[in-house]
């Protein structure tokens, strides 16, 4: 069992930034691939960026590649999303969610896989 606690949402002008962090307690944090999720008003919950377990390998989706970064710091059982350069598009509730099955490298992007979520954290870019 793991629980994840995201903070670090807020209200930001485009252009600014933030850093998300979620705190996982419970089983062996290194255990678990990472991923960060969000779900705009109206929309269905989508992936953002990842973290491998095995390697540490990064993914991000296309919206926001080159702006975010996925870091974990396992000495703090924690993982971070740093947000730069965000914009109105960006606004949406972010989750993190962990992720104990094979094959991240092939089906990172699935929610399905992903064992535990946490409650969420918002996020609104004003324009």
């Known amino acids: 069992q793991v629980q994840l606690v995201e903070s670090g949402g807020g209200l930001v002008q485009a252009g600014g930034s933030l850093r998300l962090a979620c705190a996982a307690s419970?089983?062996?944090?290194?255990?678990?691939?990472m991923g960060w999720f969000r779900q705009a008003p109206g929309k269905e919950r989508e992936f953002v960026a990842g973290?491998?377990?095995?390697?540490?390998?990064?993914y991000y989706a296309d919206s926001v590649k080159g702006r975010f970064t996925i870091s974990r710091d396992t000495a703090k059982n924690s993982v971070y999303l740093q947000m730069n350069s965000l914009k109105p598009e960006d606004t949406a509730v972010y989750y993190c969610?962990?992720?104990?099955?094979?094959?991240?490298?092939?089906?990172?992007?699935?929610?399905?896989?992903?064992?535990?979520w946490g409650q969420g954290t918002q996020v609104t870019v004003s324009s």
């Open positions: 969610a962990a992720d104990s099955n094979r094959y991240y490298s092939l089906y990172y992007t699935r929610e399905g896989r992903y064992d535990y």
């Open positions: 419970g089983r062996t944090f290194s255990s678990y691939n």
């Open positions: 973290s491998s377990r095995s390697d540490g390998t990064t």
